[in-house]
């Protein structure tokens, strides 16, 4: 069966850190790019970061500097470290395989 699951999320305060995980089972882990995404209340999904297969990052500008993407193959799991985090992130955090497949979502509250 192929699924991704996101853990990790949670309340937070401004200025704190929160570490996303997402696994995969049922897919090819190490071929795919793997992506971080975010869906605010009344908001359009947005990407946050993206890693692809070799392990080349890319993020949004709203991310960069503060979170960080990483996957260990052996584990079949892709990271996002966040840290500074600021209100404006509060979303609920979606994972993403390029071959097709999203998680069902971690919700990520950040208070002031």
């Known amino acids: 069966q192929r699924q991704l699951v996101e853990s990790g999320g949670g309340l937070v305060q401004a200025g704190g850190s929160l570490r996303l995980s997402c696994a995969a089972s049922g897919i090819i882990f190490s071929r795919n790019a793997m992506g971080w995404y975010r869906q605010a209340p009344g908001k359009q999904r947005e990407l946050v970061a993206i890693?692809?297969?070799?392990?080349?990052?890319n993020y949004a500008d709203s991310a960069k500097g503060r979170f960080t993407i990483s996957r260990d193959n052996t584990k079949n799991t892709v990271y996002l470290q966040m840290n500074s985090l600021k209100p404006e992130d509060t979303a609920v955090y979606y994972c993403?395989?390029?071959?097709?497949?999203w998680g069902q979502g971690t919700q990520v509250t950040v208070s002031s």
């Open positions: 890693i692809t297969s070799g392990g080349s990052t």
């Open positions: 993403h395989a390029s071959v097709g497949y």
